[in-house]
C-alpha cells in the first residue's frame, strides 16, 4: 500500500514537474523577479512621504489644473488615472508636442533615476520639473504660490506645512512637488499570474505553478535567453533603471534629436533639486552618491531609462518616444533591429533575435502576464 | 572608457598584509606582486564594496579600480572610490554592476615607474 502510493507521488510529481517548462537555472533566474510586492519605506528625502495628509493633498493637486500657470492642464492630463496614468498619445501634448511618450506612474518609489534621461534623482524632483517647465505646466514658482494662494488647496497646504504666506516661493514650489510625490508613491501595480507563478515555484508547489499557462512559460524562457531582454529588464520591477540605446531613432525631426541620457545628465548636475542639495530632508544626504559618482559618456548620448515591465499590457505605446503600437511591434523590434542605428562604439548587447512567429507570440503571452491595469478612480 | 577612482598614495608603503586576504588575482605582467581580493556579495544593479590587498612590503603609489563586461563591451555607470587602509590594503566602494553576465574588475596599481594590471572576474547571476 505505502508503496503504490510513493508510486502515484512520483507520477503526480513528474506530472507536475512536466507542466513546468523551465529549466532549475531558469527556475532560480525567475525567483529575481519577486517578491511582489516590494517592502514600502519612506522617502528619506521627502520629509512627508507616507503622510496621509499629504498624499491626499497631493492627489487632489494631480487631477487639477491650478497647477498649470493658466489653468489649460492638470497632471491628470497627460498622465490619465483611465489609462494607466500614461496617455494613449504617441508623444506627449504639453503646449506643444513634446520630445517623448507619458510614461505611467505606477512603482515609482525608491528609484534611482526618473524619467526617460534620468533628469532627476528623487520622485519628488521629477514632479517638480513639470510645474515650472514653459512646454508643460508653464508655472514660476512666484505665480505657483499664488495660484496654490488662492486655491481651496491653501488650507489643506497650510496644514501641512504651516503658513505659505510666510514661505518662499521656492519652498512652496519644492513642497507641492513633495505631495505630489507622496501620492504618486501609492500608485503599485498589483499581483498578477506570473507572480503566483514565481512564488508557487520558490516554494517548490510545481503543480500549483504548471497552471501558468505554457505559452507564457515559453515566453519567460525567451525572455530570460535567446530573447536578451533580462540583461536589462531585471529584479522585481523588471527594469535595471539605467540607460540603454534600444535602436529607437532620436531624431524629432529633420533638424531635431532627442539626446536623451546626455542631457539628462546634464539638467542632472546644475540641478539645484537632488539628493545632494539644500532641498532634501534627509540630514544624512542618503543617495547623494549617485549624481556624485555618475558617470558622463559620449556614448549616453541617445540612450533612454529601461522602463519596469509591470503592467506593460496597459501602456501602449512604447517605446521613448512612442513609436510603437503595441506589445507585438516590440518584439518584432528587437527581433528584426536594425544594428546600423545603434551607435557604433556604444554597448553591444542587442542583435537580431531570429525568434519565428510562435516565439513572438508566446513572448507577448508573457509580457501580458505582467499585469493589465484596471483603471483607477 | 577605463576612468577610475584615483586615490593619492605617496606615503603608502606596503608591509606584508597577505593573512586572510581573500582570492588571489591575476596579473598578466610578470613581476607583478602577489595580490588578493575580497569580495562578499554583488547585488544586480545595487553598490557593493571589495577590498584589494597587494602583499609583501611593495610601495604602491597609486591604484585605478574599474569594471568592464567584454562581451557587451560597456563598463560601470558610476565611479568607485578608493580608501587606502595602508600596509597595502585598499577599500573599494561605491562599485555596480547593472547587468547579469560577466564582469572583469581591473586593478592597475603603480609601483615606482611600473603599472601592474590585474583582473577579477566576477559572474553575477
Redesign the interface.
Known sequence: MIARFSVAMLVLVGSARADVLLSDNEI??TL?FGPWPPQATPDPSNRVSGDTKAIALGRALFDDPVLSVDGAMSCATCHDPQTAFASRQTRAMGREILARNTPALFNLRGLRWYGWGGDSDSLWAASLLPLISDVEMGHSAESLKNAVRESAHAPDYQTVFGDLLNQSPQTVLVNIAKVLAAYQETLATPRTSFDDFRDALERGDLEDAGQFPQAAQRGLQLFLGQGNC???H??PSFS????HDAGVPYFLSDTEVDPGRFDGLKALLTSPYTLAGDWSDDPERRGK??SQ???Q?H?DFGTFRTPSLRGVAATAPYMHDGSIADLDGVVRHYNDINLERMHAD????LRPLELDEQQISDLVSFLETLGAIKPFK | MILAAIVSLASSVSADACSGYGEPVVSELQGAPDAYVIVNDVPLSQPFSLRFTVCGEVPVTGIQVDAMMPAHQHGMNYDPSVTDLGLGVFDVHGMLFHMPGIWEVRFDITVGDLTFPYIHRITLR
Do not use: D, H, L, P
Open positions: 532560480a533566474q529575481a533580462s540583461f536589462c531585471t529584479g535595471n533603471n539605467e540607460f552618491w549617485v559618482n555618475v558617470r559618456s556614448a556604444g554597448e553591444a548587447i
